[in-house]
């Protein structure tokens, strides 16, 4: 199962963090998204039909750009 940690650079606020918690959990493989609110980021795994271009997409529709954190 693919996994990746994010960061959101232009998000504000807890607010800003629950969209993009909410929006990644709606799709359809995601098996788990572990919010890091301090770092304005979070940890994803995922699944098919969930593709990373899924992912980057549906926080990108948001308005926020997702900076992938290598580990």
Same mark, same amino acid.
């Given at each position: ?26 799709? %359809? ?7 890091? +609110? @301090? ?7 995922? *699944? %098919? ?7 980057? +997409? @549906? ?7 997702? *900076?992938?954190?290598?580990?």
């Amino acid at each position: 199962m693919p996994t990746k940690t994010l960061r959101f650079p232009s998000a504000f606020g807890n607010e800003d963090l629950d969209r993009i918690e909410n929006a990644l959990c709606q799709l %359809a493989g995601m098996r788990d998204v572990t919010m890091a +609110r @301090a770092m304005k980021g979070a940890t994803v795994h995922w *699944e %098919a039909p969930t593709s990373w271009e899924d992912i980057e +997409r @549906a926080v990108r529709n948001l308005g926020y750009v997702p *900076e992938e954190v290598e580990a």
